[in-house]
């Protein structure tokens, strides 16, 4: 994978609102877990040898293989892991967004760009900034690639289709635009200039817990929101609050950290200091030894270890491997049940239905319910 750029897709929601914004150049747990999992992807979709990975990636990612190559035809070009110009939006010096899969059409005059994320954060296609910027490199480069094969067809796209595939969440989503809607929204990006906190572009941003122009507006929001006086609350507000919830929980977690790791570095902090924490859970130094101590002081089996039932997710890899016929698994699945889900706030144009309107019943999985 490409180095990402300064003013790169992924950080389109930072950079073009904030002349502050900067992702954080440290991977961490999750963003490592991704990578590896866009690897995995990318040898699949490819044919090649997949790095070592879990089960669980490794059957996900064949998922999303899979649903990548049904989505082609035999007019379909198929580039994967496709690191593209995007210094003519951005205007940084040989700049390129990576997009994961982008599936070239000629014939229906159509671009096809799939963004696969790992998170369970659940992420939208329509006006993904991110996603436009790379249908727009694609349209560029393609569009330029074929004017030198046939001269006579300045324009041979009609439409991109924008794809946002998370199998974390078993979530897809599409959104199409005109070449021309597209192009002329790319042709107006530009990196801000001026400092403009906010909940998009600071969720990300590594400078928040040190950002003056985000703490104020952070106490501007709890400032203007009297949580406790709810007769008084007018929805506007209150839904204007809850909008920065997110941005404010991120402000709090980066001020925790920095605080930390200000004491871990041996400078004072003012009224703070470190002490040890609760240990963790014990756990055996070597099982191995411990595994023959048992068997010496004739401990039973069904002593020693302890068994648990496979759960449901188990028994349906099982299905999807062959070790269980469909037979065998429409039988467990009629004893599979899940727990009533609690509610949840989400915008107003997420595409589930609102929970006056979602039914509770649940049927065995693999059926729709009525």
């Not at 324009?155 to 998370?166: K, S």
Request: charged share 25%.
């Amino acid at each position: 994978m490409s180095v990402h750029a300064k003013f790169g897709p992924s950080g389109y929601n930072g950079w073009s609102q904030c002349s502050e914004w900067a992702s954080d150049p440290t991977p961490s747990k999750w963003a490592a877990a991704g990578t590896l999992a866009h690897e995995v992807a990318a040898a699949l979709l490819l044919g090649e040898k997949t790095p070592n990975a879990g089960i669980d990636v490794l059957r996900d990612m064949q998922d999303y293989a899979d649903w990548v190559n049904a989505q082609c035809t035999g007019s379909t070009e198929k580039h994967v892991e496709l690191a593209m110009d995007i210094s003519w939006m951005t205007g940084e010096d040989d700049a390129k967004g990576t997009a994961d899969a982008v599936l070239v059409d000629y014939e229906r005059r159509s671009i096809t760009v799939i963004d696969l994320k790992t998170g369970r954060k659940r992420v939208n296609a329509k006006d993904n900034g991110q996603l436009q910027m790379y249908a727009a490199a694609a349209v560029s480069l393609f569009t330029e690639m074929h004017r030198l094969i046939d001269d006579t067809q300045p324009n041979p796209f009609d439409t991109v289709h924008t794809i946002i595939y998370q199998p974390m969440l078993d979530h897809i989503d599409q959104w199409s635009i005109s070449v021309g809607e597209l192009m002329g929204w790319a042709q107006a990006i530009r990196p801000a200039k001026t400092i403009r906190p906010g909940t998009k572009q600071c969720q990300w941003c590594m400078k928040k817990a040190e950002c003056e122009s985000f703490a104020r507006w952070v106490n501007a929001k709890v400032d203007q929101t009297q949580i406790n006086d709810r007769q008084n609350l007018r929805a506007e507000k209150l839904a204007d609050a809850y909008g920065s919830v997110d941005a404010i929980r991120g402000w709090c977690s980066a001020v925790e950290t920095a605080a930390k790791q200000f004491l871990e570095d041996g400078q004072p902090l003012p009224g703070y200091k470190l002490v040890q924490g609760s240990r963790g859970s014990r756990k055996w130094t070597d099982t191995d030894e411990v595994e023959n101590l048992l068997k010496h002081m004739r401990l039973k089996r069904e002593v020693m270890y302890k068994t648990d039932l496979i759960t449901p997710t188990s028994a349906e890899r099982l299905a999807k491997s062959k070790t269980l016929n469909t037979n065998q698994w429409s039988q467990l699945q009629a004893l599979i049940t899940r727990d009533s889900t609690t509610l949840k706030i989400v915008p107003e144009n997420d595409k589930r239905p609102g929970a006056s309107q979602a039914t509770t019943a649940f049927k065995p999985l693999g059926q729709t319910v009525e």
